[in-house]
């Protein structure tokens, strides 16, 4: 089966289209990657399967040109799907899951949208609201709608109109496949000049709405010479106003920030770390349900790390069932350094933290689990094609 996997941004953020692009590969599928050429680097090679084609279309610039780039690459993957005639097309998030749906129109490709991130209706503009209807007509034709997160998926189908429930897939990453350790995370710790006994790491992009600056201020509060590393993408000028507050609390030499890394040296600071965060505040729909869809908690199950998640209804949930770490207010450092030193301090519920997490990875929270009932959905869980089922809509 030729099968486009559709995005209109850099691919190489979402481990979840790589894994697919695999797992689809793997089921004897032909896989391309329809994407935007967004100019970005920094993460380094992402190993996509030899056998997919990765093709990036137009190009990242602002204002009214980011608009008429958009349109080129709805009329170019438009035409791939004449040319290429793909069985199936799944598109992610409203921006590639509408030039999805238009390449399906008129022609005999099968649907899917699979969903990252929520649009929030409320928040759209005049040309967002449309899109927002185009968004719902599509998945309402589609074959299947997947969403990481119960709470985004009933938000979702109740203001699409959906009859079937969307599927969920959580943001995990695959199992086998180990990361690779240089020790280039700990010489580059020696050649910065931090020194601790312990490392808690905080993955993802460095902006307001993530409990960054209460985690700098806990800090001053923790039990133990630790040190606290940000790794991730900056979000305008967020990332020099937190260097400035952690040199105003004199933790220069306890917070170290690094922007922009390869994923190379995420799985090299995972292995050296000992601790993980991922803590969110509910300032959008999104964060109010992203127990399934951030990425970095899934990178510290694989890696085995204790997490400290946020007093959110998800977090909570999967924390009371999976006994990986220890939920805080996102908004407290004294919450925060509570929860740091309830795993830290104690070195035998470190351990039982620890082995949670690798039986949570091992045993269902990875992306080989969550995306089977997928495969099997649309019948891909074999080489071939089948006949179409029934609309989600």
């Not at 109740?158 to 079937?164: F, I, M, V």
């Not at 991730?232 to 609390?249: A, T």
């Not at 992203?290 to 999967?318: C, E, H, N, T, W």
């Not at 690798?358 to 891909?380: H, I, K, S, T, Y």
Request: charged fraction near 20%; charge should be positive.
């Amino acid at each position: 089966m030729k099968i486009a996997l559709v995005i209109w941004t850099n691919p190489d953020y979402y481990t979840a289209v790589r894994d697919t692009a695999q797992l689809l590969v793997e089921h004897g599928h032909h896989v391309d990657i329809l994407c935007r050429n967004t100019g970005e680097t920094f993460m380094g090679a992402v190993d996509y399967p030899t056998q997919a084609r990765v093709t990036q279309l137009g190009q990242k610039r602002p204002g009214l040109r980011n608009y008429l780039d958009y349109l080129g690459y709805l009329a170019t993957v438009y035409r791939l799907n004449r040319r290429e005639r793909y069985n199936l097309i799944i598109g992610y998030d409203i921006f590639g899951f509408i030039a999805a749906y238009l390449m399906t129109i008129g022609k005999a490709s099968r649907l899917v949208y699979h969903n990252f991130d929520l649009s929030e209706k409320s928040s759209l503009g005049l040309l967002g609201r449309q899109l927002k209807r185009l968004e719902y007509a599509g998945a309402r034709r589609a074959e299947a709608v997947i969403f990481p997160t119960r709470g985004r998926a009933n938000l979702f189908r109740q203001e699409a109109g959906l009859r079937r429930a969307p599927l969920i897939a959580m943001n995990c990453l695959r199992t086998g496949g180990e990361s690779r350790h240089s020790g280039a995370f700990r010489r580059m710790l020696a050649e910065e000049g931090f020194q601790g006994d312990k490392i808690v790491v905080r993955l993802g992009s460095i902006g307001p709405g993530h409990g960054i600056e209460a985690t700098i201020r806990s800090v001053s509060r923790w039990n133990g010479n630790w040190l606290l590393v940000f790794m991730g993408v900056p979000i305008g000028n967020y990332l020099s106003s937190m260097q400035e507050l952690s040199r105003q609390l004199g933790l220069a030499r306890r917070v170290l920030f690094k922007p922009d890394v390869p994923y190379e040296l995420w799985d090299d600071c995972l292995h050296s770390a000992d601790v993980g965060l991922a803590l969110y505040e509910p300032v959008n729909v999104n964060h109010r349900a992203m127990a399934g869809a951030g990425q970095k908690m899934f990178f510290y199950l694989k890696a085995s790390l204790p997490i400290v998640v946020p007093r959110l209804p998800d977090f909570l949930d999967m924390v009371g069932k999976y006994r990986f770490g220890v939920a805080a207010d996102a908004a407290s450092p004294g919450s925060i350094a509570d929860a740091v030193n309830a795993i830290l301090a104690n070195p035998m519920a470190y351990k039982t933290y620890a082995r949670a997490a690798r039986n949570a990875f091992v045993n269902e929270l990875n992306f080989d689990n969550q995306f089977l009932p997928v495969l099997q959905r649309l019948g891909l869980d074999n080489a071939g094609t089948r006949p179409a089922a029934a609309t989600s809509g």
